[in-house]
Antibody
Framework: EVQLLESGGGLVQPGGSLRLSCAASGFTFSSYAMSWVRQAPGKGLEWVSG????????YYADSVKGRFTISRDNSKNTLYLQMNSLRAEDTAVYYCAKDYAGSGWFRGAFDIWGQGTMVTVSS | EIVLTQSPGTLSLSPGERATLSCRASQSVSSSSLAWYQQKPGQAPRLLIY???SRATGISDRFSGSGSGTDFTLTISRLEPEDFAVYYC?????????FGQGTKVEIK
């Protein structure tokens, strides 16, 4: 069964840092680009960042560029999101999502989603 | 950044009726790179349609997508009880991937 399991969320103060992880199983992880998508409480979806299957290419939403870093460890089938300089507006459920297209090329539409991990930025 | 505007905001229909959801882009979406997702309360989104009109694996043929350029439509031919949810469109043809604000399909 294809599965994504996020972890690492929690409460952090403004200006703080947090690292999210997403453990993947049930598919050839390195063959697929991956992304993080977030959803603020009661709001819509916002794409945050994406990474190619090899990890050689990364992509960011303007709202997080320079503050967040996406990475992956294909030997561990794990995706990461390092979040620095966190702001109140970063408060959201963060979903890990698998690109629908194979070959490792980043397309940016998502056929498998994790259940999400909540990040709360507050003093 | 391409802004996607979904209409209506809320659609009140009865089971068995046809639902037509609209997604309009502020500029042309490259290569019909448009997807539709369904989200139920407390759950992650589920991919329904990609490349504007291709159904994702396991998705009922009651769901169909159409459109190109700036105007796209998701049609649910006959609403089943499990179809009442929020639907989002998303474009992935530009470097900044964006979602619409969502259409809620509720039971009338």
């Amino acid at each position: 069964e294809v599965q994504l399991l996020e972890s690492g969320g929690g409460l952090v103060q403004p200006g703080g840092s947090l690292r999210l992880s997403c453990a993947a199983s049930g598919f050839t992880f390195s063959s697929y680009a991956m992304s993080w998508v977030r959803q603020a409480p009661g709001k819509g979806l916002e794409w945050v960042s994406g990474i190619s299957g090899s990890g050689g290419s990364t992509y960011y939403a303007d709202s997080v560029k320079g503050r967040f870093t996406i990475s992956r460890d294909n030997s561990k089938n794990t995706l990461y999101l390092q979040m620095n300089s966190l702001r109140a507006e970063d408060t959201a459920v963060y979903y890990c999502a698998k690109d629908y297209a194979g070959s490792g090329w980043f397309r940016g539409a998502f056929d498998i989603w994790g259940q999400g991990t909540m990040v709360t930025v507050s003093s | 950044e391409i802004v996607l505007t979904q209409s209506p905001g809320t659609l009140s229909l009865s089971p068995g009726e046809r639902a037509t959801l609209s997604c309009r882009a502020s500029q042309s979406v490259s290569s019909s790179s448009l997807a539709w997702y369904q989200q139920k309360p407390g759950q992650a989104p589920r991919l329904l349609i990609y490349d504007a009109s291709s159904r994702a694996t396991g998705i009922s043929d009651r769901f169909s997508g159409s459109g190109s350029g700036t105007d796209f439509t998701l049609t649910i031919s006959r609403l089943e009880p499990e179809d009442f949810a929020v639907y989002y469109c998303q474009q992935y043809g530009s470097s900044q991937k964006t979602f619409g604000q969502g259409t809620k399909v509720e039971i009338k």
